[in-house]
């Protein structure tokens, strides 16, 4: 399985951007997949998951803000950041359980500042 981020960028704050996770093969299929991020000097925390491909949970600090969804036409996990905050500057990285593994991207880094 293999997972490429792409989307990452400089932003201002309060701007939107948009991250997409292609996911190769039948893993975009997975019951359990997700975004994360980690912060310098902090601990990869999860931002967005998407369990037995319905259900919908948010970390309490992006709730409202960020939307997380599939797009299996084009085989992506899809991550829609608005209203983007300084504290929200990290390496954001998607994640695909399948056949009892967990696959990482490589993750892209996404910087809100002035």
């Known amino acids: 399985v293999e997972l490429v981020e792409s989307g990452g960028g400089l932003v201002q704050p309060g701007e939107s951007r948009k991250l997409s996770c292609t996911v190769s093969?039948?893993?975009?299929?997975?019951?359990?997949m997700g975004w994360y991020r980690q912060a310098t000097g902090k601990q990869r925390e999860l931002v967005a998951q998407i369990v037995n491909r319905r259900n919908r949970n948010y970390a309490d600090f992006v709730k409202g803000r960020f939307t997380i969804s599939r797009d299996s036409a084009e085989n992506a996990l899809v991550l829609q950041m608005n209203s983007l905050k300084p504290e929200d500057t990290a390496v954001y990285y998607c994640?695909?359980?399948?056949?009892?593994?967990?696959?990482w991207g490589q993750g892209t880094q996404v910087t809100v500042s002035p």
């Open positions: 093969g039948s893993a975009i299929n997975s019951n359990n």
């Open positions: 994640a695909v359980i399948w056949n009892w593994r967990t696959y």
